[in-house]
């Protein structure tokens, strides 16, 4: 006689019973697994961008201190009493040859106000370390060694911040808008956003924004 054990339709629907019970089971640990997984992810993920975060903010921080240097100073050479806007675009044309060495391509202009009135030119592209005030006695500080060095700066400062979004890049084009108003308020807390190639530092009186340009490698 067959020893095989025989079973009946109640033992068979007890037992896929008991095999779903467990399927269920083990599909419940797998849904909790995958959570836990993609809720670590999201964590890492938001502690990362913190951290861009805290880094651009500290250079930032650095390049709004220069550019009050900047306006020192040419009040200081003119009879330019108060500077309240300025508009500054750079635009950096960087190829990597690794993490420490970056050489970049910059023109810069920069337009100085007084309320609505144009006093002073930066442009690196038409006229190297110069800048111009035309309407206050055709003041034009040229080659100055100062105005070498708050160039030279910028430049840096705004390299520090591209280590920061681009380092994996091995070649890129970026555009970096900077202005400062001083009729604005200021805001309490300054807002700070990475959204895919670009970043935006917004404080009120002082905004940058840093943006990939078309035609990137």
Known sequence: MDSQQLYGRKDLMKIIEEHLKETDKSQKYDQQLNKSSE???EIMENLNIWELKYRIRDHVKG????????????????????IKKSNTVA????????????????DIIMY?????????????QHSPYHIECPHHDDKRLRYSHQITSFIDSIKEKILDIHKILYLKLPEYHTRTDISMDLDKPKKAIPEL?????SAIYDEGIFYMKVSLQRGVL
């Open 39 to 41: 809720k670590i992810f």
């Open 63 to 82: 390049l709004k201190e220069l550019f009050n240097e900047i306006y020192e100073y040419v009040k200081e050479k003119t009879d330019i009493s108060e």
């Open 91 to 106: 635009y950096s044309y960087c190829k990597k040859f690794s993490n420490e060495l970056i050489l970049c391509e910059n």
């Open 112 to 124: 100085l106000y007084e309320d609505k009135e144009f006093l002073c030119l930066l442009d690196t």
């Open 193 to 197: 956003s990475i959204n895919g190639n």
